[in-house]
């Protein structure tokens, strides 16, 4: 199987799409924005403008092109992902959950803006998530139907089967040792159901096939356990300051990858899954380097 990774320039890939995503946040935020107080302005500001690497967003708009999508009005609708992972960063770090002083390089939400506003803030981006998702495939002409349909994955990520699901078992977690099926569980439903949103409603605004729509789904799965692993990973060899948040999963006595396997077999697991990510795009007839840039970088990223 060639590489077709190698044919994308992944840092000018990353940073042509973090502006034009960061472009399309900017404008959902102005929407908002001059009806909240000052208060809730500064946390929202600071929790979603902060420097992420705008990861969801980005594979939902790499989704939409593999299937055929065409235009930029699709940044509108993949922010919508960006909305609920800046809530549930925010949310994360306050004192009640991870209690975190870091977050992408930089004091969280609440050292900086308080906790009273970060949590109402967090809160607010729920709702405004789900708005800018339906008016976002409203904004691309998709039919009403599709349109409900992106917004059934969005919440459907988010909530109690996915990401809070997966937030309340990493809460119960704290001190025991999960067994590799709880951990995969536990990480399927907290990180990796955003992620694998993220590819399906690209799939979906794009008219994918629904072998199309399979094929990015398990990617989706692949790479969600993948980047958890690397997340890990990460955690054990760098520093908080490199990788600019605090505190380790291990740090808060939360069982990892790393616990589980030892860093040689955590690393040699996230490179098969994203080889089997990659194998199943090819196998429906999706050539995609983008997206096969995508999941190595998941893997490789340093932060
Ligand atoms: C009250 C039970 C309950 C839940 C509330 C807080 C919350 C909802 C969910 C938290 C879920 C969570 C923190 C998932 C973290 C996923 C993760 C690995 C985040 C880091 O993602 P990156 O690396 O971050 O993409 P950047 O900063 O690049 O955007």
Not at 16 to 34: C, M
Not at 180 to 208: C, N, V, Y
Not at 224 to 229: H, V
Request: proline share 4%; with cysteine; aromatic share 4%.
């Amino acid at each position: 199987m060639t590489p077709l990774a190698g044919q994308v320039d992944l840092q000018s890939f990353l940073s042509r799409e973090r502006d034009r995503t960061e472009a399309a946040l900017e404008e959902a935020l102005e929407r908002i924005l001059p009806r909240v107080s000052a208060e809730l302005a500064g946390a929202l500001r600071h929790g979603v403008t902060s420097a992420g690497k705008r990861l969801r967003p980005i594979l939902c708009v790499a989704a939409y092109r593999a299937v055929g999508g065409i235009g930029e009005a699709v940044y509108g609708l993949a922010v919508s992902l960006e909305l609920i992972h800046a809530y549930s960063l925010m949310h994360d770090d306050l004192p009640c959950m991870d209690d975190a002083d870091l977050r992408r390089g930089k004091p969280t939400t609440h050292r900086v803006e308080g906790e009273r506003a970060t949590m109402v803030a967090g809160a607010l981006l729920i709702p405004v998530a789900a708005r800018q998702a339906w008016e976002g495939g409203m904004a691309m002409g998709l039919p009403e139907e599709r349109c409900r349909l992106l917004l059934e994955e969005l919440s459907r990520a988010a909530g109690g089967g996915g990401m809070v699901g997966g937030q309340f078992l990493d809460l119960l977690g704290e001190d025991t040792t999960l067994t590799a099926p709880e951990l995969d569980d536990l990480h399927r439903r907290k990180t990796g159901a955003l992620l694998r949103a993220s590819l399906r409603m690209g799939a979906i605004a794009g008219a994918a096939t629904p072998e199309q729509l399979e094929a990015l789904d398990r990617y989706g799965e692949a790479i969600g356990l993948a980047f958890q692993i690397a997340d890990d990973l990460l955690d054990a060899t760098s520093s908080a300051q490199a990788l600019g948040k605090n505190p380790s999963d291990a740090e808060l006595g939360k069982s990892t990858y790393v616990t589980l396997f030892g860093v040689d077999e955590a690393s040699r697991r996230a490179r098969e899954l994203v080889q089997q990510a990659v194998s199943g795009l090819r196998g429906a007839g999706l050539e995609a380097p983008e997206l096969e840039a995508l999941a190595w970088y998941v893997v490789e990223r340093d932060r």
